[in-house]
């Protein structure tokens, strides 16, 4: 189904549509106010921006560095290709430690990877501990965003699917009654788990060390009560320096949620005693978008959000519109280098109004990238149902003598034809737009009547 | 060749280059008063601050049925012993420790392994309470970051706030997975 498609079964709702709306709106405006407050904000997003490109030149050689130091700090760090490789990897770690059940905490690579379904598949129970993510775990989706997952949810329903899990009252849809229910919950689960699976925001090549951020305390509830840690990043997550993170970490949470910073920001250099940390480094398609010079600084991106937030189109037509790990602006200009085919309407889906560029942390040019993505995707489907009109059209422009006869008719045509005609399905503009009146005489009659 | 070489070796051929040279800043810190602007990030991130006082008689208040003190600033006589294990702090009710350091603009006060002598302890103990000096304060995460450039501990932490979540139709909720409060306590020096 293409991008627009999913958004009307999305939009059918029309009250959690606008509620959908407003809320992200709302944490777009919470962005706005904290960012203010920062005189040199503009100096941090143009630093971060440039260590970011500085970055991609020398990805190869920042990895290696990252590597080695990483591994003299006892991490053990693995690489895989793709997500197939990725997830052997793991189930492979998980059983030498003879484990039948871990949990995880919010990790976007690990979606993009569809671990869940592989190490169930192999007999592991997984339990995603990030309180969204759980919810929409526990109805078997995926997150709608990438940092709030269970946005498109309304309390209503998270009582009801509680009720049925976690055996809580009947109507009960007090936010805090049902977040300790799940705490309760996960705690037990936290006990019992001897792996723990973790994302990964930034690491840090000079230490060998990597950061993870979370609000829940999630992530480290359940990698300090493990045995063992597992941290799944993709490889272009790297910055240089320990002083780098000053900068990234003064714009994540900032950009995310327009607070600032996460209450827990954990920064992993070396395992606990007796404890072990396996790091796996994963490519899957970012080695392609690298050589693609005009989506190539997609990869810049730090998983803020800002983009989705603040999109028009995201917050009318809902995450899953998108059909795609990472959704929203930067889904878009991401997901079509890694299959270009399924994910052909995700550059359209956008009024390319620039606002996901204005907001983004590390100065992507989303916008501008979902325009050339456009280019290369009509190149590839030249049978789009706009194309014919679109030739017909240039051919009508080309003439003045087409022009003006086309529009003396179109002026007595629209008046006569019947709706059913105007707004037949086949006439894609006219889905819920209304044509413009008709005016009487062409400007250039009117010029020669009154002016001449 | 194995992936870590095809990767590499990917990374290495054929790519555009923006030839940009990693940036060097100085951003000025704009924080005046570091004590009232780490009070007020820390109010914000739903945490509290008290001065040692006022903390002694909010503990005398209350009936935990286990805490554990690690700090040096602050002496609780009926500390539980350390365990060797993090899942015997299961019903942990307050933890106290030392914070090094504090991040005036957003609250984050930085802990370590030797802070924490178990790292699931902030985030297990059902309250926490960090032990502070006010001298001990930086003005960003830049100040924050150029102080433990040369620390190398295992494990290190920004810790601002309690545990918190507003997954469910975005209400903010304290307590969610970790400690359910977070205090922070003056000290003197």
């Not at chain 1, 480290?220 to 272009?236: F, P, R």
Request: proline share 5%.
């Amino acid at each position: 189904m293409s991008h627009s498609e999913k958004a009307s079964l999305f939009i059918q709702d029309a009250e959690k549509t606008q509620w959908h709306d407003e809320t992200l709106w709302f944490v777009r405006k919470k962005r706005d106010l904290i960012t203010k407050t920062i005189p040199e904000w503009e100096e941090l997003r143009e630093t971060a921006s440039q260590i970011k490109d500085h970055v991609l030149d020398h990805l190869a050689d920042y990895l290696e560095e990252f590597e080695r130091n990483a591994n003299k700090n006892g991490i053990q760090v693995h690489w895989a290709q793709n997500a197939e490789e990725h997830n052997r990897l793991v189930l492979d770690i998980i059983q030498s430690k003879q484990c039948q059940s871990i949990v995880k905490s919010k990790s976007i690579l690990t979606e993009e990877c569809h671990l869940n379904p592989f190490l169930e598949k192999n007999g592991v129970e997984v339990v995603d501990t990030d309180l969204g993510e759980r919810i929409v775990q526990f109805l078997n989706q995926p997150p709608s965003h990438i940092v709030l997952p269970a946005i498109h949810l309304k309390k209503r329903e998270i009582s009801e699917l509680f009720h049925e899990k976690l055996q809580t009252e009947k109507g009960n849809e007090d936010p805090y009654y049902l977040t300790q229910a799940a705490r309760i919950h996960l705690r037990e689960k936290f006990l019992n788990a001897k792996v723990a699976i973790t994302g990964v925001n930034f690491a840090v090549a000079e230490t060998g060390e990597f950061v993870v951020c979370t609000n829940e305390g999630n992530a480290d509830m359940g990698v300090h009560l493990a045995d063992v840690h597992i941290a799944c990043m993709g490889i272009e997550k790297i910055i240089p320096r320990r002083k780098d993170l000053g900068v990234f970490m003064r714009i994540l949470a900032r950009s995310a949620t327009g607070q600032p910073i996460t209450n827990y920001s954990s920064h992993f250099r070396s395992p606990a005693s007796g404890k072990e940390i396996h790091l796996i480094l994963l490519d899957n398609g970012r080695s392609a978008q690298l050589k693609r010079e005009k989506f190539r600084n997609s990869l810049k991106c730090i998983r803020c959000g800002a983009c989705m937030n603040t999109c028009p189109i995201y917050r009318k037509s809902g995450g899953y519109s998108y059909d795609s790990t990472v959704p929203g602006p930067i889904g878009s200009i991401l997901s079509p280098g890694t299959d270009l085919k399924k994910h052909s309407t995700l550059p359209f889906a956008s009024t390319l109004c620039g606002s996901c560029s204005d907001v983004c942390p590390v100065k992507i040019n989303i916008h501008e990238q979902l325009y050339e993505w456009r280019q290369e995707i009509t190149k590839a489907n030249p049978d789009r149902p706009k194309n014919l009109s679109m030739k017909l059209a240039s051919g009508i422009f080309k003439s003045p003598l087409a022009y003006r006869i086309s529009g003396t008719l179109m002026r007595k045509v629209i008046q006569a034809l019947p709706n059913s005609i105007l707004y037949h399905p086949l006439n894609s503009w006219g889905k819920q737009r209304d044509l413009p009146q008709v005016p009487k005489e062409s400007f250039r009659d009117w010029y020669k009547n009154n002016r001449l | 060749m194995n992936s870590r070489s095809i990767i590499l070796e990917k990374l290495r051929t054929g790519n555009p280059v923006a030839d940009k040279p990693l940036p060097e800043w100085n951003l000025i810190s704009s924080a005046k008063n570091l004590v009232s602007g780490f009070k007020k990030a820390i109010e914000a991130n739903k945490g509290e601050v008290f001065e040692l006082s006022e903390f002694e008689n909010w503990l005398k208040s209350q009936e935990f049925e286990q805490v554990l003190s690690i700090s040096k600033h602050f002496n609780y006589p009926n500390s539980i012993q350390i365990p060797t294990d993090a899942h015997e702090l299961a019903e942990l009710n307050l933890a106290i420790i030392d914070g090094q350091f504090g991040t005036a603009e957003n609250g984050a006060i930085w802990l370590d392994d030797k802070n924490l002598n178990l790292r699931a302890l902030p985030f297990i103990t059902e309250h926490l309470v960090i032990i502070l000096s006010k001298k001990q304060l930086v003005a960003t995460m830049h100040d924050a970051y150029k102080r433990i450039q040369d620390s190398n501990s295992g494990f290190g932490l920004f810790l601002a706030g309690p545990s918190k979540t507003a997954d469910i139709e975005q209400s903010l909720v304290i307590g969610a997975h970790g400690a359910k409060s977070l205090r922070v306590v003056w000290c003197e020096d």
